[in-house]
């Protein structure tokens, strides 16, 4: 064998060996990882394994089980249900409108997801608390109480207010990336413009809408800072007041439920994106048309604009505020 045969023979078995080695670090990195990530699901199983079963029974059918669970389930579902609600239509008014300042509306509209829901929380309760602004402003007008903020209404509200730009932005990516040709057949057929969205731009964008819903349920299930504020069970909250307590059984207990919740939440997903294989998708670079909004350009700008006032203006108002003190 000629010495350059040699040469390049042994530069690739070099080169197999080095690859094979970056291979068996890389391997164990990512199970290194992997035992981190998996560490606390251990340590359930193990308290699992501890915990006699009659017991386990007594804590799952516990009315106060079944109170926080109900919580939790009507949270994550309400504050889906709006996020939805209020980031389906902003994505549609900055890409497929004439809405004025689109480009700003776009930036505001996603900039509350820099904003930490707890964060959101504090300044929620320092406007609209028993003794925040709002009531010392309505005080010499002779209101002595307002709604409260906590339970329910206020984590719903402040959750949605900073969990809506995941819907946002996915659905957003999802029209951009949408051929405008296939609405245009729509309307070629005598379709309203509500039948063409219905029939042809919602199946499209729906993936995206899903995973959206996806991000905002599962941070929704693992807040903590936020229903703690405001002083409503789930369980989160719940977890930590039982583990700080001592009752690591019922912090178990509650923890798989948690996980259970969780994993049920994965798999509506994956049912609606199985839904979505046979269903044909559409992408290209033509844009639909833009859609005049007419009257409901003033309607819709003040939408955007409470909206951004609520989830960006507010809380940092109110941090400036605590700077300036």
Not at 237 to 257: C, H, K, P, Q, T
Not at 273 to 287: M, Q
């Amino acid at each position: 064998m000629a010495t350059g045969d040699r040469d390049r023979v042994a530069e690739q078995s070099q080169g197999a060996t080095t690859e094979r080695s970056a291979s068996r670090v890389l391997s164990g990195v990512a199970v290194a990882i992997t035992l981190l990530v998996l560490s606390p699901l251990a340590w359930l199983v193990l308290r699992a394994g501890e915990m006699d079963t009659a017991r386990a029974i007594e804590l799952l059918t516990s009315q106060t089980t079944i109170e926080v669970t109900a919580n939790t389930i009507v949270l994550v579902g309400s504050v889906t249900l709006l996020s939805a609600l209020v980031g389906v239509p902003l994505a549609i008014l900055t890409v497929q409108t004439d809405l004025p300042f689109r480009r700003f509306w776009t930036v505001t509209s996603a900039l509350p997801l820099v904003v930490p829901s707890y964060i959101g929380a504090f300044a929620f309760v320092s406007a609209f608390g028993p003794q925040g602004h709002l009531s010392d402003l309505l005080a010499p007008l002779g209101v002595e109480q307002i709604p409260a903020i906590y339970g329910l209404p206020g984590v719903t509200l402040v959750l949605t207010l900073f969990t809506y730009p995941y819907i946002f932005l996915t659905t957003r990516a999802a029209l951009l990336s949408f051929d405008g040709t296939i609405v245009e057949a729509a309307r070629s057929l005598n379709h309203t413009r509500w039948e063409a969205f219905k029939r042809v731009t919602l199946p499209q964008i729906l993936p995206g809408i899903a995973g959206g819903g996806l991000l905002v349920a599962l941070y929704t299930l693992g807040d903590f800072g936020t229903p703690s504020i405001m002083k409503y069970d789930v369980f989160t909250r719940m977890i930590f007041n039982e583990f700080g307590a001592s009752r690591i059984d019922y912090a178990a207990v509650l923890s798989w439920l948690l996980l259970a919740m969780a994993v049920v939440i994965l798999a509506i997903e994956s049912r609606i994106e199985a839904g979505r294989d046979g269903a044909y998708v559409s992408r290209g670079a033509r844009r639909p048309g833009e859609i005049k909004l007419g009257v409901w350009k003033l309607p819709a700008t003040l939408f955007c604009g409470a909206v951004a006032t609520l989830g960006l203006a507010l809380p940092i108002a109110i941090l400036l505020q605590w700077l300036v003190r």
